[in-house]
Structures are given as C-alpha cells and as structure tokens.
Nanobody
Framework: EVQLQASGGGLVQAGGSLRLSCAAS???????IGWFRQAPGEGREGVSC????????YYRDSVEGRFAISSDNAKNTVYLQMNDLKPEDTAVYYC?????????????????????WGKGTLVTVSS
C-alpha cells in the first residue's frame, strides 16, 4: 500500500524559507511525486514534481528559481525547499504521487494520474 506523509509547513514572514518533506512508502514501480497546493477559494495547482526514474523535474512558473525539489532515495523522502516565500505562496500543500504516464512537466501541472495523496500541510506567509 502506497503511503505519503507530508510535514514541514508553518508560519513564516515574506522572504523567509521553509522545507517540506514527504516520506513515501509502498512503491513497487517508478513514479512521479511532487507537491500541489490549494489556496483559500482557489483550485489546486501543481507546484513541483520529480520523476523517480530519471530525476526530471517540473516547476510552475511562479516558483521557478525560488523552490527546489529533491529526493533522498535512501530515505524514500522528497523535499521541497521553499525560499523567498511570498504571501501568494500561502496555501495547503499536498504531497502526491502516481505511476509515470508522461514527463513531470506534463503530468504535474494538472495532477494527471496522481493517484496517491498525503494529508496537507499548511504554509502561511505573512507580509
């Protein structure tokens, strides 16, 4: 059984940093894993994803250069380092994963095929 456990959210001032962690277990296949967020009153959007097979990554334009996704295969954990946070980054962040269907840049933006979801973690950025 695939399980995802996210952690690391919190309250930070604009310009600050946070690191989200997602501990994954139960995978028996290559997968795309990443982070999605949903702000109050908004739809869910893909933030960043990484492929377990070749390390290919995706970042949405608004976080490019500020966020960095990485994976520690020994710990089966994926991280999202978030720097220079902005109030518009405030949202509930979810870790999600699914079998590789396409590249992360195709699969992540609209959570295409992301079959497994962890509980969300709240990130609040104050101005």
């Amino acid at each position: 059984e695939v399980q995802l456990q996210a952690s690391g959210g919190g309250l930070v001032q604009a310009g600050g940093s946070l690191r989200l962690s997602c501990a994954a277990s139960g995978f028996t296949f290559d997968y795309v894993i990443g982070w999605f967020r949903q702000a109050p009153g908004e739809g869910r959007e893909g933030v960043s994803c990484i492929s377990s097979s070749d390390g290919a990554t995706y970042y949405r334009d608004s976080v490019e250069g500020r966020f960095a996704i990485s994976s520690d295969n020994a710990k089966n954990t994926v991280y999202l380092q978030m720097n220079d946070l902005k109030p518009e980054d405030t949202a509930v962040y979810y870790c999600a994963a699914g079998p590789i269907l396409f590249s992360p840049s195709q699969q992540c933006p609209i959570d295409n095929g992301m079959d497994y979801w962890g509980k969300g973690t709240l990130v609040t950025v104050s101005s």
